[in-house]
């Protein structure tokens, strides 16, 4: 996020002095590291959350028409920067990946083809294919049909024009651009740990080694918290009003890595599932391609669990210190409304490699034991706020909370994710630099960046077409890709 946020102030006014603060000794090592994610290029082409069944049985569509426009947005923008030499070769972060569901059972396969009947009509997810039949399905991804009981009832759907996204190279990419820069600093291995809004409306920043302990104090103009689990305590030091109330839900997560190159060659897709009746939107299962440093690797989870650290590199004691007078309500009414969830998460943790297999033999009925095993990924923090019906509200999505002044704003939470960075941070620039963004200068380069800036493309299908033809053709998503990797 904040290299994102970096990239687009420096190109709005190449002038501004950024300085970047790192706590660790390089850059994207937390949740945008590629084995701390999933790396699926968010687009609701295949993730059910985003397409939740009422009671009734009816299924609505909103939420992914505007996750796949966003992430729409996040490829005209690496576009621009590959276009300009201002990111390398597309193939370094982002891969051609079809996006696929599978399902079992008729309820299932009732609720995925009325949600690929609603979604296909639209021109953002034209091409949806659906299939019932276990022939297409086996053409589509061998290993899902491999050892499988025959007469299962299956449902499945396939996008082609899917991604993956390395976002730990992706984030490598753009800061080094940063770095020729000027104007551009890289501070690693220092903590921002205190921050004080001055009269004059600037905030002195407290700025400490990791290793020596010493601390300096920087003047900014405009403060961006994109500390990722790190961001809510440093939003509760900031002690501005819109922060207040706001709590932290740490979830961990694991990954079963497949070690056999035969198998990782033979799947091309990211296969999603559904959630289990009672699990949290982030552990729906799926069996993914990935490409990460480079490297084809086959994962399947994420297993969620429960943890108190906010940052894979955190502290048992984050969530402890992050209680506080104004959010106790609203952490205690989470950890109360929530103790499902929360002994969901503690089961997970204590799962047997054994039982983690039996999931993934859902997806892959073949998988052998021995040839899989647990790699631990990034930390999520959810968000709880106040709320006015009841005490507080755990939320599974990203806010942004801005000072009313616009000199400080904070990214909190991490779902969708990576993939809406871009949409994510223009929000910050016009929540921010409400004067400027207006600006003919502004206006301009922000359209030479993301040429959609100010339309919809949920309402303008002639215009998604245009910009998908451009995008596609330079991030090498127009290809379709075949099952074996090079
Ligand atoms: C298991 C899992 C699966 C996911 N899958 C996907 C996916 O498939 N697609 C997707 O789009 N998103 C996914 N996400 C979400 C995505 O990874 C995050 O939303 C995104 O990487 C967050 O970026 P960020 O810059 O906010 O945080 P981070 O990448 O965590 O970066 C925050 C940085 O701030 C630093 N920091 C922290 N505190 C301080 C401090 N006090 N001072 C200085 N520096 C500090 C950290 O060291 C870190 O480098 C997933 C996340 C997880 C955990």
């Known amino acids: 996020m904040g290299a994102t946020l970096g990239t687009l102030l420096a190109r709005l006014d190449p002038s501004l002095s950024i300085l970047l603060v790192e706590r660790l000794d390089q850059v994207a090592l937390e949740s945008s590291d590629g084995w701390n994610n999933a790396g699926t290029g968010h687009s609701g082409y295949c993730e059910l ?19 796949n426009a966003a ?47 609603l979604l296909s009509r639209h021109h953002l997810f034209e091409g949806m294919e659906y299939t019932e039949d276990p022939a297409v399905l086996r053409g589509w991804s061998p290993l899902l049909m491999e050892g499988r009981e025959p007469g299962q009832i299956l449902a499945a759907t396939r996008v082609r024009r899917g991604s993956d996204v390395d976002f730990g190279a992706l984030t490598r990419s753009l800061i080094g651009t940063l770095q020729q820069n000027a104007n551009f600093t890289l501070l690693p291995g220092h903590a921002a740990d205190g921050l004080k809004r001055q009269k004059n409306g600037r905030w002195l920043v407290r700025v400490k080694s990791r290793y020596s302990g010493t601390g300096r104090t920087v003047s900014a103009g405009f403060v961006f918290l994109g500390a990722g689990g790190g961001a809510l305590p ?21 990954w079963l890595v497949c070690k056999n190159p035969a198998i990782i060659r033979q799947h091309r897709a990211k296969v999603y599932g559904k959630a289990s009746l009672g699990a949290p939107p982030m552990s729906v299962p799926h ?14 989870g994420p297993y969620a669990g429960f943890t108190t650290k906010f940052l894979k590199e955190g502290s048992w004691l984050d969530l ?4 506080k007078p104004d959010n106790l309500k609203p952490m205690l009414w989470a950890g109360f409304h929530n103790l499902d969830l929360i002994r969901y998460l503690i089961g997970e943790v204590f799962q047997s490699h054994r039982q983690r297999v039996a999931s993934l033999r859902q997806f892959f009925p073949a998988a052998a034991e021995d040839e899989w095993v647990l790699v631990t990924a990034g930390h999520r923090v959810q968000i709880i ?10 939320e599974f999505g990203t806010e942004i909370i801005a000072a009313a002044d616009g000199s400080l704003a904070a990214l909190l939470g991490a779902s969708p994710g990576a993939s809406m960075a871009v949409t994510a941070m223009i929000g910050v620039v016009e929540r921010c630099f409400k004067d400027r963004i207006k600006t003919g200068g502004w206006q301009g380069k922000i359209k030479a960046l993301v040429p959609s800036y100010g339309e919809s493309l949920i309402e303008d299908g002639a215009l998604l077409r245009t ?16 099952r074996s990797h090079k």
Request: hydrophobic letters at 35%.
């Open 385 to 394: 706020k106040r709320s006015a019906e009841s005490g507080g509200k755990l």
């Open 49 to 67: 959350n985003y397409t939740p069944q009422a009671g009734d049985g009816s299924v609505t569509i909103q939420r992914a028409l505007a996750i």
């Open 71 to 117: 992430f729409e947005v996040s490829l005209q923008f690496w576009s621009a920067l590959v276009e300009q030499n201002a990111l390398p070769a597309p193939q370094t972060f982002i891969q051609p990946t079809p996006h696929q569901n599978l399902v079992w059972g008729e309820a299932n396969a009732g609720f995925l083809r009325q949600r690929h009947q």
């Open 234 to 254: 440093l939003l509760q030091k900031s002690g501005i009003p819109e922060g207040k109330g706001y709590g932290g839900f740490p979830v961990s997560g694991q």
């Open 467 to 482: 910009i998908r033809q451009r995008t596609h053709a330079t991030l090498g998503l127009a290809e379709t890709p075949t």
């Open 320 to 323: 402890i210190a992050s209680v």
């Open 287 to 300: 069996l993914d391609t990935r490409i990460i440093n480079g490297r084809p690797e086959l994962l399947f």
